[in-house]
């Protein structure tokens, strides 16, 4: 499969996207464009030719550094928070399900993570349900004991993982 990614255009046609998650749709549809334009997020859109099959946001966070396990945290600085990078929304069209697009997006993402100017110490995600966790967990991320709905990954195991 042949996909672009590109960061979001105003150009594009937003209106017929759905991943079956009307939460996902809506943002994607209404609500996107805004964050882009306030620099609450930045949006990837990865497309199949002239279709949106999918797309990701990015934006900057902290992590409490109690949230993560100790043997991570042993020979970190001990601040309060660490530098994330939180992947806000990620989203497949359904017409592209099945065939890698979010493995894609998420690849792209933890590229683009790496590449930052400013300091993150990882990838970070809320996860909407078991479905999204599992996939999440199948590319490395962990569970946060203090809230498992969130998972992360640190990025220097992205960096070894990408042989970057």
């Given at each position: 499969?042949?996909?672009?990614?590109?960061?979001?255009?105003?150009?594009?046609?937003?209106?017929?996207?759905?991943?079956?998650?009307?939460?996902?749709?809506?943002?994607?549809?209404?609500?996107?464009?805004?964050?882009?334009?306030?620099?609450?997020?930045?949006?990837?859109?990865?497309?199949?030719?002239?279709?949106?099959?999918?797309?990701y946001t990015l934006?900057?966070?902290?992590?409490?550094?109690?949230?993560?396990?100790?043997?991570?945290?042993?020979?970190?600085?001990?601040?309060?928070?660490?530098?994330?990078?939180?992947?806000?929304?990620?989203?497949?069209?359904?017409?592209?399900?099945?065939?890698?697009?979010?493995?894609?997006?998420?690849?792209?993402?933890?590229?683009?993570?790496?590449?930052?100017?400013?300091?993150?110490?990882?990838?970070?995600?809320?996860?909407?349900?078991?479905?999204?966790?599992?996939?999440?967990?199948?590319?490395?991320?962990?569970?946060?004991?203090?809230?498992?709905?969130?998972?992360?990954?640190?990025?220097?195991?992205?960096?070894?993982?990408?042989?970057?």
């Amino acid at each position: 499969m042949n996909l672009r990614l590109v960061a979001l255009d105003n150009r594009l046609d937003r209106k017929g996207f759905s991943c079956g998650e009307e939460a996902l749709d809506r943002y994607f549809r209404e609500g996107v464009a805004q964050d882009v334009k306030r620099r609450v997020a930045s949006c990837f859109v990865a497309l199949g030719g002239t279709d949106v099959a999918g797309f990701y946001t990015l934006a900057c966070a902290g992590l409490p550094v109690s949230d993560l396990p100790e043997a991570i945290t042993r020979r970190l600085p001990r601040y309060p928070t660490l530098p994330a990078v939180r992947i806000g929304r990620l989203a497949v069209a359904q017409t592209f399900q099945g065939r890698g697009v979010g493995s894609v997006l998420l690849v792209d993402a933890m590229h683009r993570a790496l590449r930052m100017d400013v300091a993150g110490f990882t990838l970070v995600v809320d996860a909407k349900n078991e479905h999204a966790a599992s996939f999440y967990e199948h590319h490395g991320f962990m569970r946060l004991v203090s809230r498992p709905g969130t998972l992360f990954l640190p990025l220097a195991t992205v960096q070894k993982a990408l042989d970057l």
